[in-house]
């Protein structure tokens, strides 16, 4: 394909690339996959984030923020750092933030003060969001029906929700949804639902190292897979390839500014 295409949300920098980031990278350079947005985790990863930063200026930026799953007793403390690394260095978005009781309700109340802290730290910066949501949407839609206003916007990272919960995420105005390797799953619901949303509401990701597509399930996932994923989204919508990666190009760029494509 000769259009490169944009990677929203990509942790090529975890522990799973430490042998071979570098050459990961390249492949999806070489693939076409020229722009990779690299969200954090939390502060244990942001100098790895950093790395790949600074290797590949023109392919890869960060974004900072502490994952609602990693929100323990400390979680004060990594906002801290949050706050820090985004005083100190360039940075597309804050993320990813949320909220997620798919495995621990424990700190459901530090995770939601976590996230509108996050998100106010966003509108103060004039950084979109990128916001991770996993049976959790009535709580993260509470915090931004709260929250929300003109000046924020981002990305609902690894969307799963319903056609009705599209729908309340187009209504606020600023936002898309993040569409990974899931679409691409036997037997998922996702692809049910994103062929009922104008690919003007999209952007792709592959979520590597996790959440292979296929016909890579079971392997690590890397940003070079993300054009299996752009592939299905233009079977659901009967579009060429090439019109879904200019579509999704251009939701990145409303969200993340010009400044994510320097192709090279």
């Not at 996993?134 to 929250?147: G, I």
């Not at 079971?218 to 054009?227: T, V």
């Amino acid at each position: 394909m000769n259009i490169p295409i944009i990677d929203s949300h990509t942790h090529m920098y975890a522990e799973q690339f430490d042998d071979d980031w570098q050459s990961a990278v390249d492949k999806a350079i070489r693939t076409g996959i020229k722009t990779m947005i690299l969200p954090g985790i939390d502060s244990t990863y942001f100098d790895a984030q950093m790395k790949l930063v600074k290797a590949f200026p023109n392919n890869c930026f960060n974004a900072f923020g502490l994952h609602p799953s990693h929100v323990k007793e400390n979680f004060l403390d990594e906002l801290a750092c949050v706050e820090k690394y985004h005083a100190e260095n360039p940075a597309v978005a804050v993320g990813e933030i949320g909220i997620d009781l798919y495995w621990d309700k424990t700190y459901l109340p530090q995770q939601i003060e976590a996230f509108e802290y996050q998100v106010n730290l966003a509108k103060k910066l004039k950084l979109p969001i990128i916001i991770h949501v996993r049976e959790a949407f009535d709580e993260v839609f509470k915090s931004l029906d709260k929250l929300n206003d003109n000046s924020l916007g981002g990305i609902f990272h690894s969307f799963t929700g319903t056609v009705e919960q599209a729908e309340k995420i187009v209504e606020y105005g600023g936002f898309k949804m993040g569409i990974n390797g899931i679409v691409t799953f036997k037997n998922a619901e996702l692809p049910k639902t994103v062929e009922k949303i104008n690919p003007k509401h999209l952007v792709l990701e592959t979520d590597s190292p996790w959440l292979s597509p296929a016909p890579k399930r079971g392997k690590r996932n890397e940003s070079a897979h993300l054009i299996h994923i752009a592939q299905k989204i233009a079977d659901l919508h009967g579009l060429p390839l090439e019109e879904i990666a200019k579509i999704t190009n251009q939701n990145a760029k409303e969200i993340f500014g010009e400044k994510i494509f320097k192709v090279s």
